[in-house]
């Protein structure tokens, strides 16, 4: 069974810095792309964020130059550094997996619990 534990959020002030953490644990899998959505109340969730297995990211235009997406493929673990965090930033943050099991299940998508990033004075 694959799990995905998420942490690192918080309250922080304007402009402040955060980084989110999310671990795939499990087995009988490798990892396809890991990533980052968030969403605010009354809003759909977006993309934030994501990595591929060989290491290439993509990013919402919001966050281009504020945040940086990583990955240790040894510990199946992505990360989020949030830098110059606004109020807008202020959502649940969710990781997601895209995990491959077999050539019969190339690719099969997990999210984790959210954790929750409030940007606020």
């Known amino acids: 069974q694959v799990h995905l534990v998420e942490s690192g959020g918080g309250l922080v002030q304007p402009g402040g810095s955060l980084r989110l953490s999310c671990a795939a644990s499990?087995?009988?899998?490798?990892?396809?792309?890991m990533g980052w959505y968030r969403q605010a109340p009354g809003n759909q969730r977006d993309l934030v964020a994501s990595i591929t297995s060989d290491g290439s990211t993509n990013y919402a235009d919001s966050v281009k130059g504020r945040f940086t997406i990583s990955r240790d493929n040894t510990k199946n673990t992505v990360y989020l550094q949030m830098n110059s965090l606004q109020p807008e930033d202020t959502a649940v943050y969710y990781c997601?997996?895209?995990?491959?099991?077999?050539?019969?299940?190339?690719?099969?998508?997990?999210w984790g619990q959210g954790t929750q990033v409030t940007v606020s004075s």
């Open positions: 997601n997996a895209d995990l491959y099991f077999s050539v019969f299940v190339p690719h099969s998508t997990y």
């Open positions: 499990g087995s009988g899998f490798s990892i396809n792309a």
